[in-house]
């Protein structure tokens, strides 16, 4: 039960950090209704939770050398990687592309660290 509260809660985060992303950033548009926000957002977390630590484990070197900088380059290729299958989002450019993976990182790391029992 608590792992599915988990997921919940982070398609929920991943929803606002969508949405957030495409108010706040020109470039980064999404243009879909309700259910194709929480289609993206799934989707966005399957990425997160099944190709993300496979990217981890394969990039570790360069992780360790850029002290983690290339962590933000994978979190950048998770959210191409959803520009690419989901219609209603578009990402045009690197800049929008680094500012979105921003901010879908820091509302992440928000609701994150929200979400831990404090002790």
Known sequence: ???????VLQIFSNAVAILAAGYFITGFDWTGNFLELVIAAAILTLINKILKPIAK???????????????????????????????????QGLIPLFLGTLIVGVVNFLVGTARKPKS
Not at 1 to 7: A, E, F, H, I
Not at 73 to 80: D, H, K, R, S
């Open 1 to 7: 039960m608590k792992l599915l509260s988990g997921v």
């Open 57 to 91: 484990l394969f990039f570790g070197p360069l992780i360790l050398i850029t002290f983690g900088l290339f962590l933000v380059a994978i979190n950048a290729a998770t959210l191409y990687l959803l520009d690419l299958w989901i219609e209603p989002l578009r990402i």
